[in-house]
């Protein structure tokens, strides 16, 4: 195989969801947060009650080698990977085919759907989902209870259930009910099953991954070149659907409530004080800057405050936590040492970097892209290291599920689920985008033990007929 023909845009997708997210949810933002005008991170600061944080020249060439040595090994390791493998696909294509080749629905495929949705349906009726459903559109601090009632009522494997496997399902019959005319009002039917019980978990993460699920399978199983204006398309839908689901929850507030909802801490004791240059080594020219940052924050109407309270949410969620690990370690915390999945070392960074964020409230977790969990564990050699690792292994699930040319619904659904994977990569440590409640093993692994299945089901059908 020559480059040229390597280098298509099947196999370049998973690296296009990765970076495309990388991009918004964390350059962005990290530049925002700590080279950019102040006016945006002070926005963030007074809107969401977390601590300012100013990073000497030494952290910040550490952060720079994190935004782009790992990425460049993540992304290395991935290509060099699927290279390799794709010149040896033909080996096992026929394989695939043939496990494949048999595109009626199975016994597997409708057990599962009946099991998953049953089981998904006295999960939300047990943590009272159903009439807590206004809460959406009506009272936030009633929505943020619904989710945290679920939170204590429901299980992993429910979460699991929900999360992951039953818009997994739901997208796969979907997708072969839309190649029977007769029944496409059911595979509509499908959906709308898949997207309600994610609305019931009283989240903005269930929602997008089941709207990841269900529409990139579809656009998967057409592949061609005009599909990727398509994905695209997808891609931008989904950093709005992630933006309107922020904010709608907050329309009807109002102003005491809006500042609950936000935790809404004023800090100008803090930020305009002595002690606090001192404490972050400011000069007088960068404390100047902040205060101004801030008397012009303040000065915002309420509508405004409103409309980019959401905002800066979207772009600083993520982005802002990650600057924070530069802090925390090895300053605050000394590197804890490799935990790749398993957990065998007592995994703390996400909360120990949420003390220094959050220092007034307890129990909360952040997320941040792969590289910096790493960068935790094992400081930034480390970091790149792993991050190559994930990227080898990135390659070799695309390229598993890519064997047949997504000719089969299971391997569509089955890419979507890896390029969610991708996706979550980075924005998020890479034992939670595989194995959380909302990890894609998951679904991977469902979905593959149908396909093995289903042969094996049919000679027992053939012997009892």
């Not at 004080?273 to 001192?278: A, D, L, M, N, R």
Request: with cysteine; glycine share 6%; net charge positive.
């Amino acid at each position: 195989m020559t480059l040229a023909r390597f280098l298509n845009i099947k196999n370049l997708l998973p690296l296009f969801f990765y970076l495309i997210c990388f991009l918004f949810f964390n350059v962005i933002g990290v530049y925002l947060s700590v080279w950019g005008p102040a006016f945006y991170r002070q926005l963030y600061i007074l809107n969401s009650g977390v601590s300012f944080l100013h990073l000497d020249e030494a952290q910040r060439v550490t952060l720079l080698q994190l935004m782009i040595l790992p990425v460049v090994g993540f992304v290395a390791g991935y290509l060099v990977v699927l290279f390799i493998l794709e010149k040896g696909k033909k080996r096992v294509e026929s394989l695939g085919d043939k496990v494949l080749q048999n595109k009626k629905f199975s016994e597997g495929e409708i057990t599962t759907l009946f099991l998953s949705v049953i089981f998904g349906a006295i999960s939300v009726a047990r943590g009272g989902a159903f009439g807590l459903m206004p809460t959406w559109f009506s009272n936030y601090t009633q929505w943020i209870a619904a989710r945290y009632h679920l939170f204590a009522k429901l299980s992993s494997p429910e979460f699991i259930n929900l999360y992951v496997i039953v818009p997994s399902i739901c997208s796969l019959l979907a997708i072969r009910f839309l190649k029977l005319k007769k029944y496409r009002w059911i595979a509509l039917g499908l959906v709308l099953v898949g997207i309600l019980f994610s609305v019931m978990l009283f989240q903005k993460r269930p929602i997008l991954i089941c709207f990841q699920i269900v529409f990139v399978a579809y656009l998967l199983e057409y592949l061609s070149v005009s599909v990727i204006k398509k994905i695209l398309i997808a891609g931008v839908a989904s950093v709005f659907l992630y933006w309107l689901l922020i904010f709608l929850p907050t329309l009807n507030l109002s102003e005491t409530d809006f500042k609950s909802a936000v935790q809404y801490k004023e800090r100008p004791k803090v930020v305009e004080s002595v002690e606090f240059g001192h404490k972050w080594k400011l000069t007088d020219e960068e404390l100047r800057i902040e205060m101004q940052a801030l008397d012009a924050v303040k000065s915002l109407s309420d509508a405004q405050k409103r409309l980019m309270a959401p905002i800066s949410a979207l772009i600083f969620r993520v982005s802002y936590p990650s600057i924070f690990y530069i802090k925390a370690y090895p300053e605050v915390y000394p590197h804890y040492g490799l935990d790749l999945v398993f957990n065998k070392v007592k995994w703390t960074d996400n909360t120990d970097v949420w003390k220094l964020m959050w220092p007034d409230i307890e129990g909360g977790a952040v997320a941040a892209p792969m590289q910096f969990v790493f960068y935790a564990q094992a400081g930034v050699s480390g970091a790149v290291a792993m991050s190559t690792l994930a990227g080898v292994l990135l390659a070799f699930l695309w390229w598993w599920v890519s064997i047949g040319g997504f000719r089969n619904p299971v391997r569509s659904v089955q890419g979507s689920l890896i390029l969610l994977f991708a996706m979550f990569l980075s924005m998020d440590s890479l034992r939670n985008s595989l194995l959380a409640t909302y990890g894609v093993i998951w679904g991977i692994v469902l979905l593959e033990l149908l396909v093995w299945i289903k042969p094996w089901v049919e000679r027992m059908n053939k012997k009892v007929n």
